[in-house]
């Protein structure tokens, strides 16, 4: 595609609709979305994990994938690490291993839903043995985000009940709210911590923190340091994610995202694939929101199961930056006047002309710009790290099933 010709045309137009492109251009310049270490090795269902040739075997490994994935993309200079999955004994040695391929260390994931010990919970667990337990692996964590040089200490919690009267949901709260307010205390300075929800799964009946709003309000407790995580996949059908986006944000408690596009449950389809438009619609709030939305952590959140890991890493990266340049070329001057005149569809009308539009000369502009390949996938699909790293790792044995 002759991409100067359709960019300058485009430029011109966006141009015509208030919109600064240079600006836009510097915008998404500096996007940046974090890949996590754990969508580079095998992982599937709980049915069944197949094996993809190449699956990364160790956290160097997936670190060399993240970095090779920023190398196509400009736009993930970092990765995600989940211990014990990538626990090492020399943290220097990890974030060397990172900053020597131009990446950094990002959000660090305690893992409190993989151990016999957290059958009834972890932090909420009657036991107070096992609380401590739990508590002192995330206390370790915010010792290793010193090491690594990390800001953010992303929570996830599996806790919850199966059965009405399995224990008591209020002093279950209670003992989330104690064990938190221990770890916020160990927090490196400046650092933040992500409270994420999810409202079923593993446990049915009750999930200790099952929507944005226990996030919150837990958050609060515990001081500015404290904020939500929203997984996209971790809501129920119909629920508009949008408007809890704009909701945290105007609260300065949106911390950040895991990124992913969920069907019926969770988080495990690449994100921008069935939700396009959901997807434009919470960037529009960021994008809205300007210096408020600056802090906000952008990480996908995938588990591959029949894809191949690479091209579906930076599928998932190129998607969100997508959908950031169109709700970045958004009218806001026209849509601002529409909505005040009571225009319900011309308000409406304004986000459809963005999300219609073809971004494509626009990215490629800004990809040539960085010096980055016009058409990652393709250059992607052109070079030899797939295959080489299939030569080298090999088709890794798998068990029956996996978390994702
Ligand atoms: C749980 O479903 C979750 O979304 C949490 O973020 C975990 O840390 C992640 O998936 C990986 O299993
Ligand atoms: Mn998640």
Request: proline residues 3%; aromatic residues 8%; negative net charge.
């Amino acid at each position: 595609m002759d991409f100067k010709a359709e960019y300058a045309r485009l430029a011109e137009r966006l141009a015509q609709n208030n919109v600064d492109v240079e600006a836009v251009k510097t915008k998404l310049k500096q996007q940046h979305i974090e890949t996590p270490s754990w969508g580079y090795g095998n992982s599937g269902t709980r049915f069944k994990v197949f094996a993809w040739p190449g699956a990364a075997r160790n956290i160097w490994e997936r670190i060399d994938d993240a970095a090779y994935i920023h190398k196509l993309s400009g736009i993930a200079p970092s990765i995600a690490i989940h211990i014990p999955w990538d626990k090492v004994d020399d943290y220097n040695a990890m974030q060397q291993h990172a900053a020597e391929r131009g990446i950094k260390i990002g959000a660090v994931n305690p893992n409190l839903f993989q151990d016999d010990r957290y059958k009834l919970g972890s932090i909420t667990h009657p036991s107070a043995g096992v609380r401590e337990e739990a508590i002192a692996h995330m206390v370790e964590c915010c010792e290793i985000m010193g090491k690594v040089n990390s800001g953010l200490l992303s929570l996830w919690f599996a806790d919850g009940t199966n059965y009405a009267g399995q224990d008591s949901i209020r002093e279950r709260k209670h003992r989330m709210e104690d064990a938190l307010r221990q770890v916020y205390a160990h927090l490196p300075a400046g650092s933040r911590m992500l409270i994420e929800y999810k409202f079923f799964e593993p446990a049915f009946y009750h999930t200790d923190l099952a929507d944005w709003g226990m996030s919150y309000a837990t958050a609060l407790k515990l001081g500015p340091q404290a904020q939500v995580l929203v997984d996209t996949g971790h809501h129920a059908q119909g629920t508009n994610i949008a408007h809890i986006v704009a909701f945290l944000l105007d609260e300065g408690r949106l911390g950040g995202f895991h990124l992913n596009a969920r069907r019926y449950a969770d988080d495990d389809l690449i994100v921008g694939t069935n939700n396009p438009f959901e997807l434009f619609e919470i960037y529009v709030e960021l994008a809205a929101a300007g210096d408020a939305a600056r802090d906000v952590a952008y990480m996908i959140d995938q588990s591959h199961n029949i894809e191949p890991k690479l091209e579906a890493m930076l599928v998932s990266v190129l998607n969100c930056q997508t959908a950031y340049a169109k709700a970045l070329i958004v009218d806001f001057k026209t849509l601002r006047e529409r909505q005040l005149a009571g225009d319900v569809l011309g308000a409406h009308r304004v986000l459809v002309d963005a999300f219609e539009t073809d971004v494509r000369p626009l990215l490629m502009q800004v990809r040539e710009e960085k010096g980055l390949p016009l058409d990652p996938i393709a250059a992607y699909r052109a070079d030899g790290y797939a295959k080489k790293v299939a030569d080298e790792r090999g088709l890794a044995v798998t068990s029956g099933g996996a978390i994702g």
